[in-house]
């Protein structure tokens, strides 16, 4: 299948549940978009105020060499740019059993830490107790793209709970999904 935007020309698609637009229209991309499968992180930092976060599923790791991980934050985000200020944040890989966590930090204008435990990292920014894993990290770079941006971290510090069998909390075409769901009964 092949999609082209900008150019239909040179478009090769045929047959059913193929799309090809100069201007793709806005459900079918996210739709389309949510057929890649992810977990669910939370970005978190600390500002005056106190600890902030969001919910992010738009993290993955880049480099080894040097090490960093990059996520993608909406323009629109009130948090993002208080992290911004600090140049570091922490991402916090949820477990399974965390799909509230994920709601409650996907809410604006509600006290996101409201019964949350959580210890800081060497730089101050919170791990939320639970969590799969963690990547402590710095500012690397931040890139404009579109209604988001990217930004790009470099890892200084990084954790894993001692779960030796974790159950990574899942997100596949719009709905939370669990590992164990694949398995045969
Ligand atoms: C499952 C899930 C995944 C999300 N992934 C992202 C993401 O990758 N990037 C983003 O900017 N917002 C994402 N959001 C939305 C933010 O969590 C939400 O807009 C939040 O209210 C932003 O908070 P803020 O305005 O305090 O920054 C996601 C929400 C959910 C429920």
Redesign the pocket.
Known sequence: MTTTIGNPSQSHSQGQGHSQSSSIDHDLFRSTAGRYASG?TIITGHHDQGPIG?????FYSVSVNPPLVS????K?????PRIRDTGSFTVNVLARNQEAL??Q????GTDKWAGIPWSPTTQGNPIVEGSLAWFDCTIWAEHDAGD?LIVLGRVIELGTSPDRDPDPLL?FQGQYRALHELDPA
Request: a positive charge; proline letters at 0%; one cysteine or more.
């Open positions: 669910i969001f919910t992010c599923q738009s996520f993608s934050v909406m629109t985000s009130i948090t993002y994920s709601n930090f996907a809410r604006r988001h997100y």
